[in-house]
Each structure stands twice: as structure tokens, then as C-alpha cells.
């Protein structure tokens, strides 16, 4: 369960404190239920990839987490006010005693009852035995060697300073502060409810933006999926294959475009790849099939072979079928020549999200709603500067430049 609470928390980080305040403890269930729910599973990591590779989930989710975190705030609030209240009504209670008790002697005095001289007579016996016992503690019971008298002495002290108080407060009042504690109490049960409403609606404001990030996220998702399946792409430079690619997903028109920038088979001992075809480096390829080859099997392997690789090691690890077109191929072919975790660092920091190399909900929702032929320009911009930054800039820099020019232009027709 905590695994889930812990993928929760993600979301609506406020959700941690009200589970540590509820007694009851049916917070962290309730919101590992929902995680389970709304995602599909128990399993936290199969949970935290579908949040991550469907939007719509994670959406889905962080509005239901912040309604639940509304419901408990509201909850443990309204049990503090009425254990606020019940402490105010004690107060007042005894404050009444004590101050009918003194009523109902003034009327017994006034009704000449013997009764009433009871409570000032008891009051004297108790203060004159205070202050005899105390006179006799300093007198005697400080220099008696004798445990037990030593213990005796304290005892009537405690039992009679009790009572002395009580006396005290009967008949003069308890102090300035205790008489004002009423008083203070209702000023610190009114304060404390402006800060719930206060506390409250900063939370009603946090759930009612979670709910229309949400809602503008889905109809982004709608939005975009709508525009795949109603819109044909832009023709394409004459040096790409026209073939249609399937709604949602321009791998195949994308990789044609990274083929023909990689070319064929080149073996150049300036290259520190080595053996490459269709871009795939004897490495690669080696790491592909499983075991050792030689720059002949590198020449050999076809272009279908080399299609899968492309698929495999670079499209989806980069989530390229879940952007928007032209920004997947620039993403793609970034990732091709630079690494994926590198193209989507740089994906990341074009749209101002953390750079963590992972795309997920966040960075997807932020590329979403993004201009895409700004971001693309973006795009460019950043590889170029990151190509700057290599040590063999001087010997390749030219081709590097080309490709990226070449690139961003077709990523813009696909716009």
C-alpha cells in the first residue's frame, strides 16, 4: 500500500500530511484504493508506467487525489473545532460553578442561614493550618533528621496548599490571566477557524486547479488526437518517401528521413563507431544480434534489420509516438546521433521541465501544449549549441549543422 500512497504523493504532495494527521488511518487506504483504481493495479511499478505513458491517467488521477485531499481537510478540521468546543464549554462550566457557588452563599447569607457560615469557617481552619504547617516546616521540619516526620510535613504542606488554593480562588478570584481565559479561549477558537477557512480554500484552490489543468489537458489529448486522425501531414522534402504514415505514430515517414541522412555503408578510422550502415554501428548492431561481429556483417544487414533497431533502441525509449509531429523526428533523429536520454534532456529543457531524461506526464503536458514550430526552432537551436560543445566539433561540425538544418526543415513541414 505504501508504494501507491508513495506514487500519490507525486501528484498531490499535500496528501503525505493529512494522512500523518488522521487518527483513524482510512486516508492511505483510501488513496492506494484509488491509485489501484484508476491505474489498473496493484503493482506500483506497472502503476507508475501507465501513469507515465498515458496522460489522461495521470490527469485523471491527480484530480481524484485532490478531492480526497479536500474531503479530509474538511474532516480533521471539523473534529479539532469540536474538540475546541468541547475544551471552551468545559471552561465555561467550571468558571459557572465557581461563580454560582459564590451566589448561593451570598443568598444563604442574606437569608441568615446557619449554612452559609460553613464555607468561611472551613476557609479559615484550612489557611490558618497552611500557615501553621509552613511556620512549623521552616521552624523545625527543615533541620529533623527523621525520614518519616520529613515525609509527614510534606504531605500535610501539599494536602493544605491545595486547599489553600482552592480558598484563595473562592473567595478573591483566580488570576488576572485565569479570569481572562474565557475570554482568550473564544479569541483562539475564532482565530483558529479563520485559519481553517483560510487553510480550506487554499485547498479548494489548489483541488479546483488540479481539475482545470486537468480538463485543459484532456482537451489538448483530444484535441491533438482528432487532429491526427482528420488531417493529412504536409507533403514532405523530395528526398522522403510519401508513404502515409499511421495516425498517431510518424515512425515510418521519421525514419525514412534519419536513413537518408545516415546513408550506407561507411567504415572511416576517423569515426569512432567504426563499421556503420544505415547508421548502426558495429556496437550496436553486436549488442543487437547478441554476439560478436565483423565490419562484413555490418555491410550485410538490411534495411529492415536496421529499421527494428531504430525502433526499438531509439523511438520508443524517446516516447517519440506519443509527440506531436515534427517534434518527434526532431527528437528522434537527435536521439539516433546523440543518444535518446540526450534528445530528451534537450526536449525537456526546450519546454522547461525537469531534465531528467525520462519523459513523462509533465513533460508530455508541456510539449502538448507547446507551439510546435517554436519548439522545434528550439529544438534546433539546442542541438547546435550541444554539438558546439564536443571536442571534435572542428572535423564534423559541418555535417552536424547540415543535418540539423536539413531536419528542422522537414520537422516543419510536418507541423
Known amino acids: 500500500m505504501l508504494p501507491l500512497v508513495g506514487l500519490a504523493a507525486t501528484l498531490v504532495p499535500e496528501i503525505i500530511r493529512l494522512i500523518a ?55 480533521q478540521n471539523a473534529e479539532l473545532d469540536q474538540q475546541r468546543q468541547d475544551e471552551l464549554a468545559a471552561l465555561r462550566a467550571s468558571i459557572e460553578n465557581t461563580a454560582g457557588a459564590r451566589s448561593n452563599l451570598l443568598s444563604l447569607v442574606n437569608a441568615r442561614s446557619p449554612i452559609a457560615y460553613g464555607s468561611p469557617a472551613v476557609s479559615i481552619i484550612v489557611t490558618i493550618g497552611f500557615f501553621v504547617i509552613l511556620a512549623y516546616l521552616i521552624a523545625y521540619g527543615l533541620k ?45 477558537q475564532q482565530t483558529h477557524a479563520a485559519q481553517t477557512d483560510k487553510f480550506l480554500s487554499a485547498l479548494q484552490g489548489a483541488h479546483d486547479t488540479h481539475l482545470a489543468a486537468a480538463n485543459s489537458a484532456v482537451e489538448a489529448i483530444k484535441s491533438i488526437a482528432t487532429s491526427a486522425v482528420t488531417t493529412a501531414r504536409p507533403a514532405r522534402q523530395a528526398d522522403v518517401s510519401t508513404t502515409p504514415a ?44 547478441g554476439h560478436n561481429i565483423t565490419p562484413e556483417d555490418v555491410r550485410n544487414m538490411t534495411k529492415t534489420e536496421a529499421v527494428e ?67 522545434i526552432g528550439t529544438l534546433s537551436q539546442l542541438r547546435l549549441s550541444y554539438y558546439r560543445g564536443l571536442a571534435n566539433f572542428e572535423r564534423f561540425g559541418r555535417g552536424w549543422t547540415n543535418r540539423t538544418e536539413q531536419v528542422t526543415a522537414a520537422a516543419l513541414s510536418m507541423v
Open 309 to 375: 533497431i531504430y525502433r526499438a533502441n531509439y523511438w520508443i525509449p524517446a516516447r517519440c509516438g506519443d509527440l506531436p509531429g515534427g517534434i518527434d523526428l526532431m527528437v528522434f533523429d537527435f536521439g539516433v546521433n546523440a543518444g535518446p536520454r540526450t534528445a530528451i534532456k534537450c526536449l525537456q529543457k526546450a519546454v522547461g521541465v525537469t531534465e531528467d531524461g525520462s519523459i513523462g506526464p509533465r513533460t508530455l503536458t508541456a510539449v502538448h501544449t507547446a507551439n510546435a514550430r517554436d519548439l
Open 246 to 289: 499511421p495516425a498517431g505514430d510518424d515512425f515510418d515517414r521519421c525514419v525514412e528521413i534519419t536513413l537518408a541522412q545516415e546513408g550506407g555503408f561507411s567504415q572511416s578510422e576517423g569515426d569512432p563507431g567504426g563499421a556503420t550502415n544505415f547508421g548502426i554501428t558495429l556496437q550496436t548492431l553486436s549488442e543487437w544480434l
Open 21 to 75: 494527521g488522521d487518527k483513524a488511518g482510512t486516508i492511505a487506504g483510501t488513496v492506494a484504493q484509488t491509485v489501484a483504481q484508476i491505474t489498473g493495479t496493484n503493482d506500483p511499478i506497472a502503476a507508475k508506467q501507465k501513469l507515465e505513458s498515458d496522460v489522461s491517467v495521470a490527469v485523471a488521477l491527480q484530480q481524484k487525489l485532490a478531492e480526497i485531499a479536500l474531503e479530509a481537510a474538511k474532516a
Open 144 to 188: 529533623s533528621e527523621d525520614p518519616n516526620t520529613v515525609n509527614i510535613i510534606n504531605i500535610a504542606v501539599g494536602v493544605l496548599g491545595t486547599a489553600f488554593a482552592t480558598v484563595v480562588n473562592f473567595w478573591l478570584g483566580s488570576s488576572s490571566g485565569s479570569r481572562s481565559k474565557d475570554e482568550q479561549a473564544v479569541a483562539v
